[in-house]
């Protein structure tokens, strides 16, 4: 045993280990007080180290000075800001809305910095306390190592100190769980949520500086440094998003064993080494949550339901009629690459429908889609074509057999289910993470191993196209024609499901799991049936997606992409994701923006993409204002339009009696407030001796 | 042999004893009541008897047979049903689709549709059945949530506050729907605060208060019990102090 390595690795661990946990208790402390999960953590921690760098480098500003004004000033005012302009307005959004909103914020983010800090030139953080070092034995460690664990070790006490023995700290956890009864009692809960935030950004930040100027080596890199913050995601989770101390153990588990799993080739197996060693922390992050406690049933939550008209069988099969007459016009009319960018969208479109029963009406969250999708193209490559010998080598039904498609429904459905069997039970944002961490493991793990889609070669990652024999789909605008017809048959269906009882019973589910529970469904299985079917549809998406191109990359099927299963998800909520067409508009905005955004930079002869980025985070931040999505905004305003009146009064006339409109039941408002609910307020406030009704 | 029969239940959150050695039956073809003042543990004990929450110690048993380590769905499928305090409705969905996703989950091979519309007729909500649930009031929201419980074809019913929001020709009515109920072979747990109503329809009636069930039994005697009146009316602030204070 080579005790030296042991402990230079174990040094290196801790000194990790304490960049995660100052992150990942940044993130606890915004997710305890605003009950949002911030997916944008990272990139604020990214654009807090190239501020530093700014001033520190580019400004030449002394160590402190620059420290200051990032952690101290900049940090919190970007924090609180995010709060008071973003967050406030999500405290009755669904989930899937939130994870939208912080999840675009993260993208806009990193397009800000690369607007900001072009990544064509390199730039570098020096170390705090360059070149001196101790030796502890024959290993040396570096004063900056030193400092990140000694800073560790002082934030867990502080924070701790804040929640357990402040009023500030101690009021700040009880926002989250009654807001009302935090005002009620005096408390501020508008402000400790500033408060939180600001606290939260300036954590990001000094997890961020550390991490770019540090002996981790991530360097000033925009996706990098704002991905290895999302390693902290997992030890957050260790703390249950709550404790700060477990957070830290959590921290401390997902450093060392990244550091063990890299320092120690554990196996002479170059597959492990390079393809799972990366994926440890999310591997951890998937345990983790796996073993989390199974929560009780939810209960109605106050959520704004958005209602949508669903369409009948009629009015649906007449649209599906009218996108495939679409289809073909474009078809005619559409030539090269912006014909198979077309294909693509509507492809990706497929996808997105995939999310429609699952995210639209269960209200469940997958980012995993494309995972679901490469699955499906997988399928479609190895049973549809006749060639391949790569990796599983082919079944050899024959070139573009439609049992291709059928079997990539089948598989990624059966993949699906295998990996809802653990998660099913998880709620809400566990769930959401636990896709997450399930797209990064499938894409380093499965399509990026080689043996899948190739590394390089095109044979592996040959996906044929349907062939039916008497029509041909070999021209790229009969294809596009046929991806309209897929799209509208797969919509027609979407429709029919949820005017159907799994439709009801998904909306119920939605609504109240708890509910549906007593009345003798289970929960479990509905919410397995779903994910499963929405896996199987995203597959079928994914096998026409790869016959667009004939070929597919393991990139496309990864957590970002392109096109990649974060923005699949974000766009189909930001399209309207309890609608057919927002998936439609959504796979089009996916694929063409970025087309528009380079060409209208070779028009102005700059790089506008980051721009693009940007818009992207703008669209999705849209989303905390129109939860329903565009769909709903536009076809509301549109309506509105027509009959000559605001869209709140023609909501109301055809929902009811306008008073009880605004009041959602199972809130305290739902109702006069009743004595007996008086009596409730005065026991939570500890006033039973001044109401003298209840108990003497 | 009782259609719900609970023995001994115990619920500790925390340090806190919610419900300490509760022991109540309720009887086919009867309305029993229980009543007790806020935070006495009333809907804890529903959330014990439904599988929603845990007990420390004690049992469960519906039609004789033990329940107390089964899931909800599987209670409800052996035909417990129950309505919330607080709601629990579908908000999203319409009042005959409320309906429809009870009667869908059950197999006894009845029409969904005849079963939804039937029982809004019974409970008189036809003129809201295809208003979406999260836009009536919430009197008529507690109706659709019995009509929902009523359209899984129980045998036991769990009422929580079912007449809160009701005007009292409403409650009145809604009464009279109890005691038709019950003379169907129903066994009706009802939890309310309106002591006429339960006084009027009961036949039993069990107190519960910190916990502890302090009094049971017909509705004269329940009327007359100092315990009672103690728990309800409030005694003299010594005697409160020596008498009623095992949890605060």
Sequence with gaps: ?696 | MAALEVDDVAVTFGGLAALTSVDLVAEAGAVTGLIGPNGAGKTTLFNVICGLQRARRGRVQLDGRDVTGARTFNRARLGLARTFQRLEVFGSLTTRENLLVAAEMQRNGRDPHAVAQEILEEVGLTEYADAHVDSIPTGLARLVELGRALATDPKVLLLDEPSSGLDESETTAFGELLLRLAERGLAVLLVEHDVELVMRVCSQIYVLDFGEIIASGPPDSIRRSSAVQAAYLGTPVAAHASGNGSAS
């Design chain 1, 1 to 696: 045993m080579d005790w030296n390595k042991l402990l230079e690795l174990t040094i290196y661990g801790v000194a990790l280990a304490s960049i995660y946990a100052i992150a990942a208790s940044g993130l606890v402390v915004t997710y305890t007080t605003s009950g949002i999960f911030n997916f944008a953590h990272g990139a604020i921690g990214m654009l807090m180290a190239f501020t530093y760098w700014q001033v520190r480098v580019q400004w030449g500003l002394p160590t402190w000075l620059s420290l200051l004004i990032v952690l101290g000033f900049v940090a919190p005012f970007t924090g609180a800001v995010i709060e008071r302009t973003l967050i406030r307005n999500l405290r009755a959004a669904p989930l899937a809305v939130t994870l939208v909103v912080t999840a675009a914020l993260m993208v806009g983010l990193m397009g800000v910095a690369t607007v900001l800090w072009p990544p064509d030139q390199s730039r570098s953080l020096p170390a705090f306390f360059t070149g001196k070092t101790v030796s502890i034995g024959s290993t040396i460690v570096t004063y900056q190592q030193l400092l990140t664990i000694g800073l560790a070790v002082l934030l867990a006490i502080l924070l701790k100190a804040l929640f357990t023995w402040t009023r500030t700290g101690i009021a700040m956890r009880a926002v989250v769980d009654s807001r009302d009864l935090v005002a009620l009692n005096g408390g501020r809960p508008v402000m400790l949520s500033t408060l939180s935030w600001a606290l939260g950004a300036m954590l990001a930040g000094l997890a961020g500086i550390l991490l770019a100027s540090g002996p981790i080596g991530i360097g000033l890199v925009i996706e990098a440094l704002t991905l290895v913050v999302i390693n902290a995601y997992a030890a957050a989770l260790f703390g249950r998003l709550r404790s700060i101390p477990l957070t830290f153990v959590g921290a401390l588990i997902i450093g060392l064993a990244q550091q063990y799993t890299v320092g120690y080739s554990i196996t002479k197996n170059a597959f492990f080494n390079t393809q799972i060693v990366p994926v440890v922390p999310y591997l951890l992050l998937f345990v983790a949550l796996l073993l989390m406690p199974e929560g009780r049933l939810r209960g109605a939550q106050l959520v704004h339901a958005i209602k949508i008209r669903v369409p009948s069988l009629r009015t649906s099969v007449i649209w599906s009629g009218v996108l495939v007459l679409g289809g073909w016009v474009v078809a005619e009319l559409v030539t090269g690459t912006n014909l198979t960018t077309i294909s693509k969208g509507l492809a990706i479109g497929i996808i997105m429908l995939s999310l429609v029963p699952l995210t639209g009406y269960a209200g469940q969250i997958s980012l995993c889609q494309m995972t679901f999708a490469g699955i499906g193209a997988f399928a479609m490559s190895r049973v549809a074509s006749s060639g391949t010998t790569v990796g599983f080598g082919s079944l050899g039904i024959g070139n573009g057999s439609p049992l291709g498609l059928l079997a990539a429904f089948v598989l990624a459905a059966a993949v699906g289910a295998l990996i809802a069997l653990p998660a099913i039970r998880l709620q809400g944002l566990y769930l959401a993470l636990a896709t997450m961490a399930f797209a990064v493991i499938m894409s380093s793990a499965f399509f990026e191993g080689g043996a899948i889609f190739g590394t390089g070669s095109t044979d592996a990652g040959a996906v044929q196209r349907p062939d039916f024999g008497m029509f041909s789909l070999s021209s790229n605008g009969a294809y596009l024609v046929f991806l309209s017809v897929v799209f509208g048959l797969v919509a027609i269906g979407v429709l029919a499901l949820r005017r159907g009882p799994f439709g009801r019973r998904l909306l119920a589910l939605r609504d109240s799991p708890a509910a549906v529970a007593t009345l003798g469904g289970s929960p479990t299985r509905t919410k397995l049936l779903v994910f499963s079917l929405s896996a199987g549809l995203a597959g079928l998406g994914g096998a026409l997606y790869g016959g667009v191109d004939r070929n597919v990359t393991p990139g496309q099927f990864s957590f970002f992409g392109p096109p990649g299963s974060l923005a699949v998800f974000v766009l189909a909520v930001v399209g309207g994701v309890a609608t057919v067409t927002g998936p439609l508009i959504g796979g089009q905005l996916l694929l063409l923006v970025p087309v528009f955004f380079t060409w209208l930079g070779t028009k102005l002869k700059t790089d506008l993409t980051p721009y693009a980025q940007v818009l992207f985070g703008l669209a999705g931040i849209g989303l905390g204002r129109n939860p329903g999505g565009a769909v709903v905004e536009i076809s509301t305003r549109f309506r509105a339009l027509v009959s000559g009146r605001m869209p709140r009064e023609t909501e109301m006339e055809a929902n009811g009696p306008p008073i009880e409109a605004l009041l959602v039941p199972g809130s305290p408002l739902g109702a006069p407030i009743a004595e007996s609910q008086l009596l409730e307020l005065d026991a939570l406030l500890d006033l039973e001796e001044v109401s003298g009704l209840g108990r003497a």
